[in-house]
């Protein structure tokens, strides 16, 4: 059975930095490799949102439009390890991150939605204060 779990939320300043980081454990009951990581984040009273995802194969990666150029997304796929460097933080940064893993290999923009995991964290505090 797989695990996912996220480390390195925490509460800073605007401006600050931090990162984030996900470790996947076990094996999928029908052997499926990983295809594909990515962390979502959900403020309070919001919809879960797509940040950022890594494919694996080409090491493609993809950024919501709030984070490009401040965030950026790195791993390593023999150990399913992910990370999140989180830079120039802002309150609307907010948020519980979470970490999942996908078990196909889609189109990079179908990967912006949730149904396209199915390995899910249960999430690390993030909370900028300005």
């Known amino acids: 059975q797989v695990q996912v779990l996220e480390s390195g939320g925490g509460l800073v300043q605007a401006g600050d930095s931090l990162r984030l980081a996900c470790a996947l454990s076990?094996?999928?009951?029908?052997?499926?490799?990983?295809?594909?990581m990515a962390w979502f984040r959900q403020a309070p009273g919001q919809e879960r949102e797509f940040v950022a995802v890594?494919?694996?194969?080409?090491?493609?990666?993809d950024f919501a439009d709030s984070v490009k150029g401040r965030f950026t997304i790195s791993g390593d796929n023999a150990k399913n390890t992910l990370y999140l460097q989180l830079n120039n933080l802002k309150p609307e940064d907010t948020a519980v991150y979470y970490c999942?893993?996908?078990?196909?290999?889609?189109?990079?923009?179908?990967?912006?939605?949730?149904?396209?995991?199915?390995?899910w964290g249960q999430g690390t505090q993030v909370t900028v204060s300005s």
């Open positions: 999942a893993a996908s078990k196909h290999f889609y189109l990079m923009k179908v990967y912006r939605g949730p149904a396209a995991f199915y390995y």
């Open positions: 076990g094996r999928s009951d029908d052997g499926d490799d990983v295809s594909a």
């Open positions: 890594l494919r694996w194969r080409d090491s493609a990666t």
